[in-house]
């Protein structure tokens, strides 16, 4: 206020205090913002690089055997099931055209027989060509350097145990006197089944100069691992039960690679592994990009479709180094 003999402003010592509260209580509500601040800021660092590093590694590494998982036991049964579909669809259409392979040399991947075994819940299942773990994707495989079914001969069909639909994972079910019904473009064979063996049981007794064997091969384990880590191999031995086994029309290859034989992986799966792996990392850095720059929205409906139909053909290529009976 105006001092009436000076002709100055004097300032009262009500506005000084009440001048002085208010910027006291200002400045404690900026500390309690800069100090709520930095609570916050001390919060977020308690954990060092290096430990957030380690639990993000954790937690990737985690969702990602989560994926594997599921893909062996849901999605590479869905897989093998498609396969089985447009298989069969091929195979019945070449039975009917009488057009189906019955000698050498047939494509890998080719549809050569059906099974029919209702004791090992089998019924229609379409055999191909070849036994390396990545053709066995689809479903059974005929091993190349035998006989086809109801041929002169013993004839070895391998099929996995727990992975893509395991469609041989009953074998062991099977017992002396089952039947087992193959259909090649040859005719329908009945196959009754001798025995279930195992490595070191004694092998069957030699087969007549025409005679015919069918040998079906998958895996097992046992003890503590049985039903989930199989690491045995487990044939079925079936001779023909009537009828009259067909000659070679051709003469089968004297041997096969080390990848088409019992329990081994296959490692020409590398080099689309390797693709398959470089696809998904270019996927994952264009989805962060995008989540930056483009929009969530958008990264979910384009990205998501993009990274999981990477992950989903790298996690097959993966599979390939499986053992083919597993």
Known sequence: MADPTTGGNVVTATDTTSTSTGTDNADVETGAASGGGSVTEERRSTLSPSVRFVLVTVIVLGALALW????????????EHSAQGRLYNKFRSELAQETSPIGAPIPPGQPVALIDAPHADISKLVVV???TSEIMRNGPGHLSDSPLPGQVGTSYIFGRSEMFGGPFGRITHLKRGDTVTVTTGQGVFPYRVQDVRHPGDPLP???ASNG???TLVSSTSGGWRGGWAPDQVVYVDAVLAHGRASGLPAPVPSSVGHSSTAMQDDPKALVPL???LEGLIAAVVAALWSWRHWGRLQTWMVGLPLVLAMLWGATGALAAFLPNLV
Do not use: K
């Open 68 to 79: 594997f998982l599921l893909y062996a036991a849901l999605f590479s049964r869905m897989q």
């Open 129 to 131: 060509e070849g036994t």
């Open 205 to 207: 007794a030699p087969l």
């Open 212 to 214: 015919s064997r069918l």
């Open 274 to 276: 390797i693709f398959w």
